[in-house]
C-alpha cells in the first residue's frame, strides 16, 4: 500500500509538470522531446511528430555503485 501511494503521488506530480527528487534513490523528471520528422517505410510517407514529454528516471551515483559492487549481481552475471 505504501509503495502504491507513493508511486500515485510521483505520477500526479509528474503529471502536473513537477519533477521528483529522492536522495540516495533517483530522479523521476519530465523529458521534453523535440518536434521531428518520421518515416512510415512500409507507406513511404512521412509524418510530423509534435513536441511532447516523456516520464523518465534516472537513478542516483549512490544506487548504482550500490548495484555495482553487489556480489550477487555480480554472480548472477557471471552465469548469464
Excluded: C, Q, W
Amino acid at each position: 500500500m505504501t509503495v502504491e501511494a507513493f508511486f500515485k503521488v510521483v505520477k500526479d506530480s509528474m503529471t502536473e509538470g513537477n519533477n521528483i527528487y529522492v536522495r540516495g534513490f533517483g530522479s523521476f523528471v519530465n523529458k521534453k522531446r523535440a518536434r521531428k520528422v518520421a518515416r512510415n517505410i512500409s507507406k513511404n510517407t512521412s509524418l510530423i511528430i509534435e513536441e511532447h514529454y516523456i516520464p523518465s528516471f534516472k537513478p542516483s551515483k549512490t544506487f548504482v555503485a550500490k548495484i555495482k559492487n553487489s556480489k550477487k549481481v555480480k554472480a548472477v552475471a557471471a552465469k548469464a
